[in-house]
T-cell receptor, first 113, second 113 residues
Framework: AQSVTQPDIHITVSEGASLELRCNYS??????LFWYVQSPGQGLQLLLK??????LVQGIKGFEAEFKRSQSSFNLRKPSVHWSDAAEYFC???????????FGAGTRLFVKA | DTGVSQDPRHKITKRGQNVTFRCDPI?????LYWYRQTLGQGPEFLTY????????KSRLLSDRFSAERPKGSFSTLEIQRTEQGDSAMYLC???????????FGSGTRLTVV
């Protein structure tokens, strides 16, 4: 069965420091992978997606993610975190056909001054 | 286009009452999805429409839940005889066929007392 694991429930980084959020997935076929961000009380916003091709994908707000098939991972990175990046981040895998997406439990990012 | 709209933003209801939520997707999007998100968890798939046809329903969607999308435009999600376990954020999303990333609405937070 498809699943997504985000090992870190929460992470705290200093403003200006680099960030890496971990994500591991389980899916039998070629995965469609996503990262979404959710601010408190809001819906989710798509940061980036991977379908095929270059394994390093660029997204909005300066985020990037790297797909590593051998490790079944799709980690999210940002070189310099801003206070406005504090939010919940969800990794997700899309079922072939596109009608269903499996989400991880999320990682809450705290940014300290 | 104002994105995906959901109404109401918040709903408090007494156990046993019926509630109905509305979702207006992005106008050109033919796919519409409902997800449920409980505290500390990622969104869980409930159901999916392609145009007006409901093509997939999760086992989470008990017989107290019903969703419609008349004429392939807006959608409604009704919960009959609400239970405290129904308390959650109900998220609507839309997309175009072939586009695996979603645009989410801000959600409807349901509290059953």
């Amino acid at each position: 069965a498809q699943s997504v694991t985000q090992p870190d429930i929460h992470i705290t980084v200093s403003e200006g420091a680099s960030l890496e959020l971990r994500c591991n997935y389980s899916y039998g076929a070629t995965p469609y992978l996503f990262w979404y961000v959710q601010s408190p009380g809001q819906g989710l916003q798509l940061l980036l997606k991977y379908f095929s091709g270059d394994t390093l994908v660029q997204g909005i707000k300066g985020f990037e993610a790297e797909f590593k098939r051998s490790q079944s991972s799709f980690n999210l990175r940002k070189p310099s975190v801003h206070w406005s990046d504090a939010a919940e981040y969800f990794c997700a895998v899309g079922v072939t056909g596109g009608f269903k997406t499996i989400f991880g439990a999320g990682t809450r990012l705290f940014v300290k001054a | 286009d104002t994105g995906v709209s959901q109404d109401p933003r918040h709903k408090i209801t007494k156990r046993g009452q019926n509630v109905t939520f509305r979702c207006d997707p992005i106008s050109e999007h033919n796919r519409l999805y409902w997800y449920r998100q409980t505290l500390g968890q990622g969104p869980e798939f409930l159901t999916y429409f392609q145009n007006e046809a409901q093509l997939e329903k999760s086992r989470l969607l008990s017989d107290r839940f019903s969703a419609e999308r008349p004429k392939g435009s807006f959608s409604t999600l009704e919960i009959q005889r609400t239970e405290q376990g129904d308390s959650a954020m109900y998220l609507c999303a839309s997309s175009l066929t072939g586009d695996y990333g979603y645009t989410f609405g801000s959600g409807t937070r349901l509290t059953v007392v």
